[in-house]
């Protein structure tokens, strides 16, 4: 897609898509229709939020993925948010790639537990031809348990997609983190034009993409409706959508600049996900990174603002998330049935 058509910024602040005079063309968000989104009432947001996922997914139902960080630390990029940065201190030892018997073993414990996706996440700026050999032997072993496969690698070159499609790789994910105008104030090493090339790399090879951002590193709301109406424009729009609340790791520029102190109201991160549902209707919402800072009464306005999938399992790549038994517990109570 040329980078004039990524951008969007119709002035129209009703709450629903533009849709161009001539035929054909997908509707169009507006950062405007977005806020007017984000502004309406609570429980018409929600109610908003509702109908539109009622229309396209079956209610009361999560999909759980796991994560498995397949090689850990020293990753060579300056994202402000992450711990797994080499530039940052935030404890986190370098792993080497880890075997391919380590990661089935993984697989096979997730998919006991009842995930149907294996997403196996590398903290590199983009993966060697060498090491992408590797993970490329690793999807296909998932693939094999009957699992959903799932990576995040970072950006990706010519042709590295196609091999991964081939292996057999169901998602990728990849995502752009944040608005445009806010991302220079949180990762300097690689651009937005660089995300959204990788993004078409994967789109074209026939992958599902995954892709979301993290809120709650000091981003306006206007910013917040700038993220989702480029997750929302993209033609297609990704199939999953992560929505990640930033867990602030000690060493980490973030948590310098905003110490230790969420950034956004419980509430503003509910109406995140009600945006995300509104405007990519069919889409998976992932509830991601957070959950155990966000507490079991925010998750369950989550789940009622439209998302609809979890990374499921006690860790996610470096950090703590829910452990299973919280987890089961949690969808028990709210009457949540586990599928894909
Ligand atoms: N290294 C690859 C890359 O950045 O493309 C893949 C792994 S990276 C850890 C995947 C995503 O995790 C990031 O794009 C970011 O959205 C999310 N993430 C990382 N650290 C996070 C944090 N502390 N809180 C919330 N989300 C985070
Ligand atoms: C995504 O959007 N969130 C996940 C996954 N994609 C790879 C990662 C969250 C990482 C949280 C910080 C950590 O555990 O290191
Ligand atoms: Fe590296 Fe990915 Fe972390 Fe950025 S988010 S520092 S690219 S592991």
Known sequence: MPSAERMTHVDDASTAPHRPAEGGAP??????????????????????AQETHRAHHAPNTVQLSTLLSIKTGGCSEDCGYCPQSKRHEAGVDDEPLLDLGAVTAAARAAKAQGATRFCMGAAWRGPRDRDLAAVLDMVREVKALGLETCATLGMLK????????????????????????????????????????????????????????????????????GLIGQLANMDPYPESVPINHLVQVEGTPLHLRLGGESAIDAFEFVRTVAAARITMPTAMVRLSAGRRELGEAVQALCFLAGANSVFYGDKLLTTGNPDVEA??????????????
Request: aromatic fraction near 8%.
């Open 158 to 225: 010519d042709g590295q997609a196609e091999r991964l499609k081939d292996a057999g790789l169901d998602y990728y994910n990849h995502n752009l983190d944040t608005a445009p105008e806010f991302y220079g104030d949180v990762v300097t090493t690689r651009d937005y034009e660089d995300r959204l090339d990788t993004l078409d790399r994967v789109r074209g090879a026939g992958i599902n993409v995954c892709c979301g951002g993290i809120v709650g590193m000091g981003e306006s709301r206007r910013e917040r409706a």
């Open 27 to 48: 509707a169009r968000w507006t950062v405007a229709a977005i806020e007017a989104l984000f502004a309406l009432p609570f429980t018409e947001l929600m109610h908003r």
């Open 327 to 340: 987890d089961r517990a949690l969808f028990a109570k709210l009457g949540l049935a586990t599928g894909a």
